[in-house]
């Protein structure tokens, strides 16, 4: 068994890595090879997509990237901007193989600690854990009036709400609709965005597997938008905007049902609503639509620090940033944000 760095050039080996990934029961959307050219290009990390083989047959990858920054920390991370990642192989013997290698070169690089981001795995139990999040995923059931019936009755009757309003979706081909209510959605909530730059990339690495689904009202204004991704059976709304008049038109319901609706007629089967923060809005939304919460499994093996880092704005002390940032001129925190949140992950 040997394990190897994958190179960031083009190569028969990105071929051979997506293949395990799309193979394997247990591997994620963001176990994709294209993560590598994301984190490389976009945000400027270092990657170490590690990969276990005997020969010319992969046993094992993990995706690995180290995010080094004066404000937030030094960590390698599986995988940074995902909601999953982690070791993901057909044998112990590999995953160990991975594992040893990860700690070797988080070591080497003089990191704070090395982050785990698991779906449901516990591999070891004796590293400190995160339980701040949890995920929802819930089965798409066969038929459309299945899957309407399937939503608690306070919440269908806002899906029927949007749908009276006389809101429709369109599938855009650039990021310029979704970016605008995006980025003046998590303003309004005091967090820096993500560059355009970034969502477009998204949309050139993935294809068709990276989409953009518009909300509009009756009169052609965009009020909501959301970035999905697709892998094998699954799709996951993984980014999200609204208008401030998306809330009155239910706007936002609408969004998610339009989404769950188009996937069912693909024949997909697992609807993934994504990670949140327990006692959050966002997870209350998702409860409200009879998904159950799963925790996630990060785990962490701790170098240089005594505790797992909160870099998130849960923490008391990004509190007077907040509202300082919601206070902020849009266009000044939409140039200013991606030079902070590339360093978050």
Request: with cysteine; glycine share 6%; proline share 5%.
């Amino acid at each position: 068994m040997k394990v190897s760095r994958l190179e960031t050039r083009r190569s028969d080996w990105h071929q051979r890595w997506d293949a395990f990934v799309l193979a394997h029961p247990t591997a994620t959307f963001f176990h994709r090879v294209g993560w590598q050219q994301i984190m490389e290009e976009v945000f400027r990390h270092p990657t170490h997509f590690l990969y276990a083989h005997r020969g010319e047959v992969i046993e094992g990858v993990l995706p690995l990237a180290h995010v080094k920054s004066r404000l937030f920390g030094n960590a390698l991370t599986s995988l940074p901007f995902a909601v999953y990642g982690g070791v993901v192989a057909h044998s112990e013997d590999a995953a160990l193989a991975l594992e040893a290698e990860a700690v070797r070169l988080a070591e080497g690089l003089g990191v704070d600690h090395l982050e785990m981001r698991y779906l449901q795995t516990q591999r070891h139990p004796e590293w400190p854990t995160q339980d701040l999040y949890v995920t929802f995923r819930k089965e798409i059931l066969p038929t459309e009036e299945e899957n309407m019936l399937a939503i608690p009755r306070k919440q269908r009757a806002m899906v029927r709400k949007g749908i009276k309003n006389g809101l429709s979706a369109q599938v855009d081909t650039t990021v310029d609709r979704f970016f605008a209510l995006y980025a003046d959605n998590v303003h309004r909530h005091g967090t820096p965005a993500l560059s355009k730059r970034y969502f477009q990339r998204l949309m050139d690495v993935f294809g068709p597997d990276c989409e953009v689904l518009t909300v509009t009202s009756a009169d052609g204004k965009a009020l909501s938008s959301v970035l999905t991704f697709y892998f094998r059976d699954e799709v996951l709304p993984y980014y999200a905007g609204d208008d401030l008049a998306a809330r009155d038109l239910a706007a936002n319901d609408f969004k998610y049902w339009e989404l769950m609706r188009r996937a069912c007629a693909r024949g997909l089967k697992v609807f993934d609503y994504g990670r949140s923060k327990q006692g959050t809005g966002p997870y209350a939304f998702k409860k409200n639509w009879g998904f159950e919460p799963t925790p996630l499994r990060y785990e962490y093996q701790l170098f240089k620090r005594d505790s797992i880092p909160q870099n998130n704005p849960t923490n008391a002390k990004y509190k007077l940033l907040i509202e300082t940032w919601r206070r902020m001129p849009l266009g000044l925190a939409n140039w200013l944000g991606p030079f902070i949140v590339r360093n978050l992950g």
